[in-house]
């Protein structure tokens, strides 16, 4: 039974930090949408930040299997690369939890969601660091500082698709592959 009240909880948070934000939802709010008495909410969670960072941990595995699910043995560490970075980004711009947390952080600046946000890029940074690191294993790629690259390697992707529309007219998928390859595998040199 216990089991049950606390994903209500957390189902009713997630609809709530979506809908809302995470600085607008208070827990009495959650404790409405999830048909529980505010009590109930603290015999789980300490406060409406443990409640955030419980959810925002389970977005990061939904997000971890999303990315798995692109990755293909055939393919090489550059096209899967591209591919999961692309799918995670899609996933960022498809989830509403998400979408709204972003927007947030950048109108608001709420310490707690700027947090859980850094939480979310730094899982994906280490997700993509064991890929960079099995790819050097295997001499598909240079030995490099993975974390290093795969932080470069987001952020670049990040900035293809996010910064650059701001200004300009979107990018292709095919675009963005072509640009990622260019100046993350190819290089500049002649």
């Known amino acids: 039974m216990s089991v049950d009240r606390k994903q209500l909880i957390i189902d009713a948070a997630t609809k709530s930090f979506s809908l809302f934000g995470y600085k607008a939802t208070t827990m009495d709010q959650v404790a409405k949408l999830a048909n529980v008495g505010k009590g109930t909410i603290y015999t789980f969670f300490n406060n409406k930040e443990e409640l955030l960072d419980e959810i925002v941990t389970s977005l990061i595995k939904e997000m971890k299997a999303k990315a798995e ?108 592959t072509s640009l990622f390859e260019f100046y993350l595998f190819t290089g500049l040199s002649k």
């Open 69 to 176: 699910e692109t990755i293909q043995d055939d393919l090489s560490f550059h096209e899967n690369a591209n591919r999961t970075l692309y799918r995670l980004l899609e996933f960022r711009k498809e989830h509403q939890l998400t979408i709204k947390l972003f927007q947030e952080e950048k109108e608001i600046g709420t310490p707690a969601v700027m947090d859980v946000l850094q939480k979310v890029e730094k899982a994906i940074i280490n997700y993509i660091k064991e890929k960079v690191s099995v790819a050097i294993e295997k001499g598909e790629i240079k030995e490099c500082d993975p974390e290093m690259t795969a932080f470069i390697m987001l952020k670049l992707y990040f900035s293809l698709i996010i910064d650059w529309e701001k200004h300009h007219e979107p990018l292709s998928r095919e675009k963005i």
